[in-house]
């Protein structure tokens, strides 16, 4: 839950979500569920010569299970609240 918690923070931002087929997808995030799927809007692909058929996509649901990596903006990141989330769930609650 720890992820499914921060990713509800970065709602409203752009990331970058790399999928395992090397897609690599850029958005502004919508919404994210306790599974890490993930809804982008005003998508664009990073690799445009490499995915045409893709141009046209604007909006995207991804399944989590197909996510690679996630970029977060650089504003985005607040160690503070990682840490302090870290500590939660490690002493289990």
Do not use: W
């Amino acid at each position: 839950m720890l992820f499914f918690s921060y990713f509800k923070e970065l709602v409203g931002k752009e990331v970058t979500v790399e999928l395992k087929n090397d897609l690599a997808i850029k958005g502004i995030l919508h919404s994210v569920d306790q599974y890490l799927n993930i809804k982008l809007e005003n998508t664009r692909v990073v690799d445009q010569d490499k995915y045409p058929h893709m141009l046209s996509v604007r909006n995207c649901f991804i399944r989590g299970s197909v996510v690679r990596y996630v970029q977060l903006p650089p504003d985005g990141v607040d160690i503070d609240i990682l840490h302090d989330a870290t500590r939660r769930e490690a002493r289990g609650g």
